[in-house]
């Protein structure tokens, strides 16, 4: 039998609202959130991006809010302002004419004056990050004497924020008797202990694993050969993927940055996303990337949060994460709705204990695939620009070149002439990158084979190589064994 929002125990008019807004069935920790929350109990929730956690503990938090009471009864806190901002606009979306629950956002680089004057106006429901959040608490211009619900979103990232002294700062200004819902996607000593200091009795709620994988996306991993940069890699698999929208994950904002411009000097549609950008620059950033202006962005994790992009084509774990709820964050960003999506992971050597943690993970073998070469590119290339000759020849414009080709006739072949027209096309389009030594090595898929290097004594089956030893006159620094992979 199918659950619907009317067996969760939702109001008449949300549920109304939900018809409005195309909601039929809810997902499974819609299903477990809901029911407990509206029984005043508090919840842990793990999922992943895509499962509909923000309606979970949105749809109860506008039940629990009493209209007639103007002071703040629910806080959101998320780790950051992109994140604030897609709760914020979810709850405005839930909320019906009937139920007349008013809700603002906070966060920095948004007018604090503004804030406060619509905080003294009243509001029950305040979604935020922490550092606006304790502003506005020290200010005294938020109250929260009288909050029936905290909900924490994404507790595990504003943990690696530094966010944790001020979600704790935080969560004392309130009433011990209050609700607490904490939505985390790992489980850290520092995220256990809060949940013990601050939460009573919670029910804990986590999707299955074998959720966490949809058979949907394509996963596949390029290990880079021995000797190559990740970015002279990725160039190659770019040509051949073609993404109509991607987001490149990778650890720092220098490498974002670094990353963006020499992807834009080979011609790319893309740009950077990460903090250091001012929020004007963020929100028109996410606006040309929705609108189809920008085809990829070059993006950290943190930052990525504010990225939520309809019809997402390919994720690129350009580096790679920590951990595998991570990646399987990631790469849930793609393949929504029902439609496919590829993951791509660009790995090196020393990735491949990450890899068989992911591969454990999701139960399932990443598919390793090989870097397209010379001829791979350059047929896919001379393929798309087949494609532009055949447009062109269907055209009129085409008419006005006749008579140079009729007096080149005159001295060469008609094939001749075409084939050096195109010539002259493609070396104007080809990107300087093909123009240097890139052909990847035959070898370097090959099993990899250990070897260890003892810089201190000869072995005991006596395969030291002399020729490679250093003379004892020059003291040696100690030495870690390498571990070399021949590709």
């Not at 809010?65 to 950051?80: C, R």
């Not at 956002?105 to 619509?118: F, N």
């Not at 939505?183 to 959720?211: C, D, G, H, W």
């Not at 393929?383 to 005159?410: C, H, Q, W, Y």
Request: hydrophobic share 35%; net charge positive; proline share 4%.
């Amino acid at each position: 039998m199918t659950t619907t929002f009317k067996d969760l125990g939702l109001s008449q008019a949300c549920i109304s609202q939900l018809e409005q807004l195309g909601f039929t069935e809810p997902t499974q920790i819609q299903q477990d959130a809901i029911p407990a929350l509206l029984a005043g109990k508090d919840i842990v929730g793990q999922s992943q991006t895509g499962t509909g956690k923000t309606a979970a503990f949105s749809l109860p938090a506008l039940e629990i809010a009493d209209p007639s009471d103007k002071s703040v009864q629910v806080l959101v806190l998320t780790p950051t302002r992109e994140l604030a901002q897609q709760v914020g606009q979810a709850i405005e979306d839930f909320t019906s004419r009937d139920q007349k629950v008013f809700s603002l956002t906070v966060y920095g680089g948004q007018s604090i004056e503004r804030q406060i004057s619509r905080l003294r106006r009243g509001v029950q429901i305040v979604v935020g990050t922490p550092g606006r959040v304790i502003d506005l608490l020290e200010r005294r211009e938020l109250v929260l004497d009288r909050l029936k619900l905290a909900i924490l979103d994404e507790a595990d990232e504003m943990l690696s924020m530094g966010f944790i002294d001020d979600i704790k700062k935080i969560l004392r200004r309130t009433p011990k008797e209050r609700q607490t819902a904490c939505l985390s996607a790992t489980m850290p000593r520092e995220i256990k202990e809060l949940i013990e200091n601050f939460l009573n009795s919670p029910v804990y709620i986590t999707i299955k694993q074998k959720e966490a994988a949809p058979t949907r996306i394509e996963q596949h991993v390029y290990m880079v050969p021995r000797g190559w940069q990740k970015m002279k890699a990725l160039q190659p698999i770019l040509e051949i993927e073609e993404p109509d929208s991607a987001i490149i994950f990778v650890r720092t904002k220098r490498t974002a940055s670094e990353l963006t411009s020499k992807l834009q000097e080979a011609g790319h549609s893309v740009d950077e996303y990460h903090g250091n950008l001012s929020q004007m620059q963020r929100e028109r950033l996410v606006k040309r990337f929705r609108d189809g202006k920008v085809k990829m962005v070059v993006a950290t994790d943190i930052a990525a949060r504010g990225l939520d992009v309809q019809d997402l084509t390919h994720v690129i774990n350009y580096d790679l994460p920590d951990n595998t709820e991570t990646y399987i964050h990631r790469i849930g960003r793609t393949g929504r709705a029902g439609k496919t999506g590829t993951a791509i992971a660009i790995a090196q050597s020393g990735d491949r204990r990450a890899l068989k943690q992911i591969e454990r993970r999701l139960r399932t073998k990443l598919d390793t695939a090989k870097i397209p070469n010379r001829a791979q590119v350059e047929a896919k290339r001379i393929g798309k620009l087949n494609s532009k000759i055949k447009e062109t020849l269907a055209g009129e414009r085409m008419a006005s070149f006749l008579p140079l080709v009729r007096e080149l006739s005159d001295e060469y072949d008609a094939q001749a002439i075409a084939a050096a027209a195109l010539q002259m096309v493609y070396d104007r389009d080809c990107p300087n990158w093909m123009k240097g030594d890139w052909e990847v090595p035959e070898d370097s898929f090959a099993k990899p084979v250990v070897k260890r290097k003892n810089h201190n004594r000869s072995s005991r089956k006596g395969s030291y190589n002399k020729s490679r030893s250093v003379p004892r006159t020059k003291p040696q620094s100690k030495v870690r064994s390498q571990v070399i992979i021949e590709q």
